[in-house]
């Protein structure tokens, strides 16, 4: 069988299961677009690091942030938000750059009218990919006026804020950032959201975690050892061979291959079992 026979079978076979154990869930509960924008950025900055701890995070975030997401971060008000997340941690991000994040969906929403329009500006009609777009962006992102949230000027030494938005610049494979655009930007299929139209599914640039790195490693679609931007692009260009007009669209189902169904190319049973061994050399063992 093809690959892309084999990869369009993957994406057919896509679950509510495998939703329900991914951030891109918390999306799904709030029916309104403007609000689904919003809780996109928030759910994909915090999307690092075990899955368990990552869900749980976001439920308390969510929890906090109520029925109406987006109403929220218009009323943010820095000083009654840090006291509101005084306790908040994940990992090295703590309720400081929550509300910095906040406070930068905000900015976005007061300057633009929505996180879309916002990034929108950045756009360069000649460029193929998102790499020029989200290097101006970030770096627009870390030059807004946080002083509310940290006082005195600039983001503060001892803050990871920043850890929310690489660039394609320094080489970051900006996986969140790519996820993030995957959500807004690819056509709603009860999976991807389908809610911007000012950018191309084609220009997106596939988010690469642990898993993407490993599973496509193994079907040869890159060679690279280390999850850069290098690598991002270099796999994005072969599923571009497949699917031109939608590359990335094959992300989430490779993905949950790991996520959801424990593919870690070291168990010979699962590896047999898997729906993409007859072209992945760990299932030819």
């Known amino acids: ?147 509310p949230v940290f006082g005195g000027k600039g983001i503060p030494v001892d803050s990871y804020f920043p850890f929310f938005f690489p660039s394609p610049a320094s080489g970051s494979a900006c996986k969140r950032l790519c996820m993030f655009l995957r959500w807004m930007v690819r056509p709603a299929d009860g999976i991807d959201l389908g809610l911007w139209q000012g950018l191309s599914p084609a220009q997106l640039v596939i988010p690469v975690d642990a898993h993407i790195q490993r599973i496509c490693r193994f079907l040869g679609f890159t060679s690279r050892k280390q999850a850069n931007w290098r690598m991002a692009r270099e796999i994005t260009a072969r599923l571009r061979e497949l699917d031109p007009a939608d590359p990335v669209k094959y992300d989430f189902a490779l993905c949950h291959l790991g996520i959801s169904e424990g593919c870690d190319g070291k168990d010979l049973a699962a590896c047999l079992k898997c729906p993409i061994s007859e072209v992945c050399p760990k299932g030819e063992r």
């Not at 951030?23 to 950025?41: A, I, K, M, N, T």
């Not at 942030?65 to 000083?79: C, I, Y």
């Not at 997340?85 to 750059?97: L, S």
């Open 1 to 147: 069988m093809e690959l892309k026979t084999i990869l369009d079978e993957l994406y057919a076979g896509r679950s509510q299961v495998h939703l329900a154990n991914d951030p891109l869930s918390f999306c799904h509960r709030y029916p309104d677009p403007r609000d689904r924008e919003v809780v996109g950025l928030i759910a994909a900055a915090f999307a690092y690091g075990n899955v368990k701890i990552i869900l749980r995070s976001l439920e308390g975030i969510f929890t906090a942030l109520g029925p109406a997401p987006r109403r929220f971060v218009e009323r943010f008000e820095a000083k009654r938000e840090l006291r509101r997340f005084a306790g908040f941690k994940h990992r090295f991000n703590d309720g400081r750059d929550l509300c910095a994040l906040l406070l930068a969906s905000q900015t976005m929403l007061r300057e633009a009218g929505s996180v879309e329009q916002w990034f929108l500006q950045f756009k360069d009609e000649t460029e193929a990919d998102m790499t020029g777009l989200l290097s101006r962006a970030t770096e627009a992102l870390k030059g807004l006026d946080y002083a």
